[in-house]
């Protein structure tokens, strides 16, 4: 068997049997692929305001927009949580910004699925840029959020400063999560569909509109913490509603299920992606 | 200067499930009943092919014999069942990747995203921005949004990103259709130039006139295995003599 030779001028680049584990040859070649990830973010973002007047600020008001009728609606069913606004809204950017990059990650990949078949590209790329997306519509709108929280007279304390793990832990889910569903997404059309489904079910189990003590006792306990969504809310509010830092009881589950759920969904999707050009 | 292709017994079997499984809900409802019951196709059987730097190499094959799937495992687009590939230097499927193309965006901003889908860095591009622009001729609307292009220029564009960078191995299987004569000329002396500098190049075509005219040496798929490998003109004669074995045997069942 004839040995292939590398020279100084070109480098030997690809030998199917040597290996490594799918998982990390996957994170190797995203990382060589990140001026990919960041001109598909930026695609993303620019072509969003392109066409619009009020440009970057659409960005900030538009999301908001939408909140702010529902917290007009809801404030009066809810008068008894202090600062409803806030209670909501902070939950709710929270939220959008998981059911947005979740659903994006799939129409991304399915999209990217169209032009491995003929040449290759890393795929978890187009989950990466998806979440890449939602993070910078996600900081963006944190300022009209921190802004209206003071406004109602939320206190706002040194635990803004824990914001940061609390996005970080989001992504790392938001990116599992998402990494699992494309991979189905790729066998299955109807993923994205049941997703749609399983997404709106999932955001009322998740104490974003209501506040959690109107759920009955008896199940309480299990339809919060059961819930992984629930904790990543909750790291997200104590900072902006509470003012205070996540107390350990949300912050210890959530940061395991966060990890453990970006593991997993990397490895699935990183051995399921061998067979995708046979799939497509 | 030695290989830049090896290809070791490489076999591709797809594997689909009996039943026509659409949905996700049609595979849980197979699954639960445990009875999925699967039919292979060897879309490649056990090739082994070396090709060296500088050779145009002639794939020639009826429709279905596994040349686009040998070229999808050379791409890296598909991973082999069996066998191993080996590879030195980048593939360059020689596309115009148009679907990589966002109408919003100008011409050079699509230029760096599909750069980045071809796997350049940021730096390959700047290096390359003003030959990208020259060769496609579009100086003067590179900064308009696509949408305004009209499909000649897109296509041009496209061609021009995908072969500005010379190719270790370059992959031809589609007819050169793209833009008017003068740019079909550029294209053509463009990957001659590739070729003279050491390019390895893969031609696959129907038209087994055009292998013969542009390659020294030919390879013969038929279902998935190869059936034959050397001098064009040798490889091209056996293929069209089962080519037309085949004819007249369909020609007597009339």
């Not at chain 1, 999301?63 to 209670?87: K, W």
């Not at chain 1, 706002?156 to 599992?176: C, M, N």
């Not at chain 2, 490889?235 to 069942?253: C, D, H, P």
Request: glycine share 6%; with cysteine.
């Amino acid at each position: 068997m004839t040995e292939i030779q590398p020279t100084q001028d070109t480098e030997f680049t690809y030998d199917s049997q040597q290996r490594k584990s799918p998982a990390l040859e996957e994170l190797l070649d995203v990382i060589k692929y990140r001026d990919l990830i960041f001109q598909l973010v930026r695609r993303d973002i620019v072509t969003r305001y392109k066409r619009s007047i009020l440009g970057i600020a659409w960005t900030m008001l538009q999301p908001l927009g939408m909140m702010l009728i529902m917290a007009i609606v809801f404030s009066t069913l809810f008068q008894r949580v202090e600062g409803y606004v806030a209670y909501l809204l902070s939950g709710l950017v929270a939220w959008t910004f998981f059911a947005q990059t979740t659903n994006a990650a799939i129409f991304q990949t399915v999209w990217g699925g169209s032009l491995i078949r003929r040449i290759h590209i890393p795929m978890t790329t187009f989950s990466i840029s998806s979440i890449g997306t939602g993070v910078i519509n996600l900081a963006l709108s944190l300022i009209p959020l921190l802004i209206i929280a003071l406004i109602v007279g939320r206190p706002i304390t040194w635990a803004i400063l824990f914001l940061p793990v609390s996005f970080l832990l989001i992504t790392a889910f938001a990116l599992g999560v998402s990494l699992i569903l494309s991979t189905m997404a790729v066998y299955f059309p109807d993923i994205k569909e049941m997703y749609q489904i399983i997404i709106q079910a999932w955001m009322y189990l998740t104490p974003i509109i209501y506040p959690a003590d109107i759920l009955p006792e008896t199940y309480r306990f299990w339809i919060l913490h059961l819930n992984p969504m629930y904790y990543m809310i909750s790291m997200f509010r104590a900072p902006i509603y509470y003012g205070m830092l996540p107390s350990p009881d949300i912050l210890i589950p959530g940061t395991l299920i966060s990890l453990a759920t970006l593991l997993a969904g990397w490895i699935y999707f990183a051995n399921k992606a061998d067979e995708f050009g046979y799939k497509i | 200067m030695g290989p830049v292709i090896v290809l070791d017994n490489i076999s591709v079997r797809y594997r689909a499930p009996e039943a026509k499984i659409g949905t996700f809900k049609e595979y849980a409802i197979q699954a639960l009943k445990r009875n999925m019951r699967f039919k292979e196709f060897n879309a490649l059987n056990n090739v082994s092919l070396q090709v060296d730097e500088g050779e145009i190499l002639g794939i020639v094959g009826r429709n279905g014999a596994g040349k686009s799937t040998l070229l999808k495992v050379i791409a890296r687009v598909l991973i082999p069942t069996e066998g191993r590939v080996r590879l030195r230097g980048r593939v360059s499927p020689l596309l115009q990747l148009g679907a990589g193309f966002h109408p919003e965006l100008t011409g050079m901003e699509n230029i760096f995203l599909n750069g980045a889908l071809l796997g350049r860095t940021r730096r390959e591009i700047e290096s390359r921005l003003e030959d990208i622009v020259e060769f496609a001729d579009l100086e003067a609307f590179i900064h308009s949004p696509l949408r305004t292009y009209s499909s000649g220029m897109v296509a041009r564009l496209g061609f021009s990103i995908a072969t500005t960078w010379k190719p270790d191995i370059l992959i031809l299987d589609e007819i050169l259709s793209v833009g008017d004569e003068n740019f079909r000329e550029k294209c053509s002396l463009r990957i001659e130039s590739f070729q003279k500098e050491g390019a390895a190049t893969l031609l696959v075509s129907h038209h087994s006139s055009s292998i013969e005219t542009m390659c020294s040496r030919a390879i013969w798929l038929d279902h998935g295995t190869m059936k034959a490998d050397g001098a064009v003109k040798d490889v091209v004669a056996l293929y069209r003599q089962s080519e037309r074995g085949r004819n007249k045997q369909q020609g007597k069942s009339l």
